[in-house]
T-cell receptor, first 112, second 114 residues
Framework: KQEVTQIPAALSVPEGENLVLNCSFTDSAIYNLQWFRQDPGKGLTSLLLIQSSQREQTSGRLNASLDKSSGRSTLYIAASQPGDSATYLC???????????FGKGITLSVRP | IAGITQAPTSQILAAGRRMTLRCTQDMRHNAMYWYRQDLGLGLRLIHYSNTAGTTGKGEVPDGYSVSRANTDDFPLTLASAVPSQTSVYFCASIPVGQAESPLHFGNGTRLTVT
């Protein structure tokens, strides 16, 4: 059974800082790794998806990497802004029909 | 706009009452899921359906039932609500077998059982 861990649970940084959010998983036979953003009281919005054959994906100021051998994924946010404040969740599954297992998320606060 | 619609957005329910949370998607996705999100516990899978006519149990299925009569709809029923079912419920969908397709979520139903 896939287990996904995100540490720390919360992070506060000043505006403009580059930062890395970590995600670890236990089963290296991962189908894909997804990063989501959740704003308070809202649903989850997909940010980036890395397929098992890929090493990283980029979208704007966001870059996500996947290292299956070490069981780790990182979400890099460049030049953070107050609007980036949200909870970031990673999730992984081990097959095309598998159910995603979610980490508990990292609540990010970017201070102006 | 294509996506997932959940209803109601919030509900206060007396313990022992029956409640159905509705979920409809217009993306023709094969697979649909119900998650509950609780502080400190994260998102946990309740039930899922890989295609119309089939359903399966997730991590926390007790007290819940689902049906999948067609591709678009995936209702979640609480037969006799209990306070521990107070949570935020999210419906999600994905096209099966497409590794490049992310999971899509609805905006959730906030349920309080008193």
């Amino acid at each position: 059974k896939q287990e996904v861990t995100q540490i720390p649970a919360a992070l506060s940084v000043p505006e403009g800082e580059n930062l890395v959010l970590n995600c670890s998983f236990t089963d290296s036979a991962i189908y894909n790794l997804q990063w989501f953003r959740q704003d308070p009281g809202k649903g989850l919005t997909s940010l980036l998806l890395i397929q098992s054959s890929q090493r990283e994906q980029t979208s704007g100021r966001l870059n996500a990497s996947l290292d299956k051998s070490s069981g780790r994924s990182t979400l890099y946010i460049a030049a953070s802004q107050p609007g980036d404040s949200a909870t970031y969740l990673c999730a992984g599954g081990t097959g095309a029909n598998s159910k995603l297992t979610f980490g508990k998320g990292i609540t990010l606060s970017v201070r102006p | 706009i294509a996506g997932i619609t959940q209803a109601p957005t919030s509900q206060i329910l007396a313990a022992g009452r029956r409640m159905t949370l509705r979920c409809t998607q217009d993306m023709r996705h094969n697979a649909m899921y119900w998650y509950r999100q609780d502080l400190g516990l994260g998102l946990r899978l309740i039930h899922y359906s890989n295609t119309a006519g089939t359903t399966g149990k997730g991590e926390v299925p007790d007290g819940y039932s689902v049906s999948r009569a067609n591709t678009d709809d995936f209702p979640l029923t609480l037969a006799s609500a209990v306070p521990s079912q107070t949570s935020v419920y999210f419906c999600a969908s994905i096209p099966v077998g497409q590794a490049e397709s992310p999971l899509h979520f609805g905006n959730g139903t906030r349920l309080t059982v008193t």
